[in-house]
């Protein structure tokens, strides 16, 4: 994973903001990368929370197949970071790529994460299609909101 994320034109970006605590700081000084890897895992739960119905997540879980993570820049004590995630715009059946960008304050990117989700139903913990109307929620527009 090389290229820059960005969103497509016309998606739908979900963004959180995230201040590193003492205990995020390494033994380097600046933020841990595993640091990164739950902001991700956080931003997903969260855009998850934010666009699915109360039933469809009583029904349905995640998990995750695969993280590919690249880090570019150290988000060092006292910065504050932009999370923004989307979606692929279809998913694979059952699977489900997430883009994931963490930027600093200066807006440059800190670390970039690429997830590959795997929708299941809690009842019997087997893999599910998504359904259209799951994507749709991730995927159509929404009107902005304050960062």
Same mark, same amino acid.
């Given at each position: ?17 995230? =201040? ?32 699915? =119905? ?61 997830? =590959? ?13 998504? %359904? ?11 009107? %902005?909101?304050?960062?």
């Amino acid at each position: 994973m090389s290229r820059l994320f960005e969103p497509p034109d016309g998606q739908q970006v979900f963004t959180r903001h995230f =201040t590193p605590t003492l205990a995020d700081i390494d033994e380097n000084g600046h933020v841990n990368n595993v640091v990164y890897l739950s902001w991700a895992q956080d931003l997903a739960i969260a855009h998850w929370e934010a666009r699915q =119905t109360a039933e469809d997540q009583a029904r349905w879980a995640w998990i995750c197949l695969r993280h590919e993570v690249d880090y570019r820049r150290a988000l060092m004590p006292g910065e504050k970071a932009k999370g923004r995630t989307w979606v692929a715009r279809q998913a694979e059946g059952p699977r489900f790529d997430r883009y994931v960008r963490i930027d600093g304050p200066d807006g440059a990117k800190c670390a970039q994460v690429l997830t =590959t989700w795997c929708l299941i139903d809690r009842e019997g913990g087997r893999p599910r299609r998504v %359904p259209a109307e799951v994507v749709a929620r991730f995927t159509d527009p929404v009107p %902005p909101t304050a960062d």
